[in-house]
């Protein structure tokens, strides 16, 4: 019997509603929130109005891809946390009201495991990995290395102390001028600048803990000292100064992905999150894959931002083992990995 999943999510500031069949993507609708651009981050509050005003309209979008009715769904998967609280809230109030109102299972799912397991879509042309493999989790508000053992079994080798990857790029981006979010305006600068042509402060941190706000501090600094000499600098050195950032931030994560596939022995890897659409990231991976170091899954790119389709996926997987949730579900802004 085929199973057919919602997949609702919410946890910051897209709205994205996918449909899966089995481990087929039918439909992945996402309502972007344009408003955050102005004030340069997300504003909670803006975003959970917004996604009460998209949430239905996605919905509908989606079942009208994917060609399917309310009643054929077998079960309702949402995202219940890490994330926004206020924005959790409206999708998790609307997954539960549909589970009622349809009488089918509902099934909470957590927004980072969900990452991950983006890896499992069934997408021609794109293999799965085999388990165990190591995935770098990179986002706007995550910086992870997982072992994942199965669908159901994940350890977290390491994550970020302070500052996320793509919150370095964030950053970064504002110290210069830069539209929120940075990191994708970086990353094409990147490619027309010179990666060694300034060196930033790298962190000294044990095994597979990353901190990225001293290398922060020292770019400010540098900015902040070569401005005063020459106020033209910034705006005549952009696009050295993007790739050299990118290359400081790519190298951290590649010594962390290193280590961690050197002593678990595990040479299959993976990258997920906002921050895995990188050009510079990519090209790293896929250099030691070409050594033949590794064997590297890079998702395809609907799949680095958030969206429905892997937290329908994530409920696929729970819903083979009955994993269901009642209405006393609560969404939660913290949630660790292993919950
Ligand atoms: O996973 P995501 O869409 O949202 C969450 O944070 O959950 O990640 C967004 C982050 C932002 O920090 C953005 O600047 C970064 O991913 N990002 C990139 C690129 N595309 C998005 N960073 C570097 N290079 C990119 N191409
Ligand atoms: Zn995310």
């Known amino acids: 019997m085929d199973i057919t999943i919602l997949g609702i999510e919410s946890s910051c500031d897209d709205t994205s509603i996918a449909i899966l069949q089995n481990r087929k993507i039918l439909a992945n609708v996402t309502a972007n929130q344009k408003i955050h651009a102005e004030y340069g981050g997300v504003v909670p509050e803006l975003a959970s109005r917004a996604h009460q005003q998209n949430i239905i309209p996605t919905v509908e979008a989606a079942l009208k891809q994917a060609n399917i009715k309310l009643e054929n769904l077998s079960g309702i998967a949402f995202t ?42 069934e997408e021609d042309g794109q293999e799965n990995p085999e388990f165990p493999f190591l995935c770098l989790t990179v986002s ?84 902040q000292k070569q401005m005063k000499e020459d106020p033209g600098f910034i705006d005549r050195e ?4 993007c790739a050299s ?9 590649m010594d962390k992905l290193k280590l961690a596939a050197q002593k678990t022995g595990i040479n299959r890897i993976a990258i ?43 409920g696929y997987y729970k819903y083979l083992q009955e994993d269901f949730s009642d209405l006393s579900i609560v969404a939660s802004a913290r949630k660790p990995l292993e919950a």
């Open 140 to 223: 706007g508000g995550h910086t992870q290395i997982v072992q994942v053992n199965s669908p159901y079994s994940m350890d977290l080798l390491g994550s970020t102390i302070d500052d996320a990857a793509g919150e370095a790029f964030d950053k970064a981006g504002k110290i210069m001028g830069l539209a929120y979010p940075a990191g994708p305006e970086i990353d094409r600068r990147a490619q027309l600048g010179d990666p060694l042509k300034f060196e930033f402060a790298k962190p000294k941190m044990p095994d597979f803990q990353f901190s990225f706000s001293g290398l922060k501090t020292s770019i400010l600094y540098f900015l």
């Open 272 to 314: 997920a999150g906002g921050v895995s659409a990188n050009s510079g990231l990519r090209e790293a991976l896929l250099k030691e894959e070409a050594e033949g170091n590794w064997k590297v899954f890079i998702p395809s790119f609907q799949f680095t931002t958030d969206n429905g389709a892997m937290i329908a996926i994530s």
């Open 80 to 121: 219940s946390g890490p994330g926004l609280l206020g924005s959790l809230l409206v999708g998790t109030s609307f997954a539960k009201s549909l589970s009622l109102a349809l009488n089918k299972p509902l099934i909470e799912v957590n927004h980072m495991r969900a990452h991950i397991l983006a890896h499992l879509i």
């Open 238 to 241: 952009l696009d050295n100064l």
């Open 245 to 253: 950032i990118q290359h400081s931030i790519v190298t951290i994560l």
